[in-house]
């Protein structure tokens, strides 16, 4: 029988998941793979899925455990569309996926694609009947492998495979002085960048109160980024009444998000990761495809991508007096590590390598 992949996801939102699980939708089919997708009718998913070609079906919302109702209408429509692998990403979506293994049994191979880490042990047996229905586990760094085997039962298939970058999309850098040019920075200065939302998560004020903390004030700071749609607003407030209230105006700057990310790695110096435990940055690994090195928080998968400081440098987690005392020894000794190196640990997750790893840990060759 030919392989047919389903990517399932009930999520509304999109973010890091969302966008990983469909470039994963998109890389297998363009490689050859029959491959649809399966969301809820009007979310930010299904539009997107759809921008990108995707063949997408509509299902409607489900209760995140046992939702039998649900199973079976998802259970008919794998059987109708004749899939053979169903992946998964989203937690949300385990329980269901359990329920459509248990009655298809070996007609139906599933996966599940971790994106973030196990907050608490997961040892129970209701978990441990789940999880008995995921044929294989994949984890895209070894340090949430290890929350794996110490925090649950799982017996089955367990895997490391990265989340894929595509490569060809930082093949032709822009160089720094015509990046600043184009985002209206200054070519003299030392630039630290910070990518993403506006959110307490993202550590945009952990920065800028590093900033006050600093000895060294011989740098400047640039973030790019918006606030949440219907969300956000109070926090993005507090950082410009924290920029304000300390007189940092001429030092940092504020973009909104563009397409040509390239153009922000290329333009800083550094890119700071200052989330409390990043789960697997793809801002880190984006920044060394463009040769800039990371300062990030030394926690979640951020020291494993760094490898021992090789890509950059780390900092205590949440901690803004040790986030200055490493810029302020970053300013001061202006070592960056070789671009051309961390050009070289982005090669390991070049997409095309993620989709020979995946094919055989689904036994689609």
Not at 113 to 133: A, D, N, P, S, W
Not at 246 to 266: A, C, M, N, P, Q
Request: proline share 2%; net charge positive; charged share 25%.
């Amino acid at each position: 029988m030919k392989n047919r992949l389903a990517y399932l996801c009930s999520s509304k939102s999109w973010g890091g998941l969302e966008m990983n699980h469909l470039r994963n939708a998109v890389w297998m089919s363009k490689r050859g793979h029959s491959v649809i997708v399966i969301g809820l009718s009007g979310s930010l998913y299904q539009i997107q899925a759809e921008e990108m070609g995707l063949s997408f079906i509509e299902i409607k919302p489900y209760r995140k455990y046992y939702d039998r109702k649900g199973a079976k209408e998802l259970k008919t429509l794998l059987k109708s569309e004749s899939v053979t692998h169903l992946i998964i990403r989203s937690n949300y979506d385990m329980c269901i996926t359990a329920s459509v293994k248990r009655s298809l049994n070996d007609h139906l191979h599933t996966s599940y694609f971790m994106e973030m880490q196990i907050g608490v042990k997961k040892t129970g047996l209701l978990h441990t009947l789940r999880y008995r229905q995921i044929d294989l586990w994949s984890c895209p760094l070894n340090w949430l492998s290890n929350q794996v085997k110490e925090m649950t039962r799982f017996k089955n298939e367990l895997i490391v495979i990265p989340s894929g970058l595509d490569l060809s999309n930082f093949e032709v850098l822009p160089n720094r002085s015509d990046s600043r040019t184009k985002l209206e920075l200054k070519n003299d200065e030392t630039l630290l960048g910070l990518i993403g939302r506006f959110d307490p998560q993202k550590g945009q004020l952990l920065l800028l109160e590093a900033m006050t903390k600093c000895r060294n004030n011989n740098f400047s700071v640039v973030f790019l980024g918006e606030p949440t749609m219907d969300e956000g607003v109070e926090y993005a407030n507090s950082m410009n009444r924290f920029i304000k209230d300390h007189g940092l105006e001429k030092r940092v700057s504020i973009r909104g998000f563009r397409k040509d990310i390239s153009t922000f790695y290329s333009a800083v110096d550094w890119i700071v990761m200052a989330t409390k435990a990043e789960t697997f940055g793809m801002v880190t690994i984006e920044a060394f495809a463009c040769g800039t090195p990371v300062l990030g928080s030394n926690a979640g998968g951020t020291p494993e991508l760094l490898e021992n400081e090789y890509g950059g440098r780390l900092f205590e987690s949440m901690n803004s007096t040790d986030l200055a005392r490493k810029i302020d020894n970053i300013v001061s000794n202006m070592n960056f590590p070789d671009s051309e190196k961390l050009k070289t640990i982005a090669k390991k997750f070049d997409h095309n390598l993620v989709c020979l790893t995946v094919e055989k840990a689904l036994h689609l060759n």
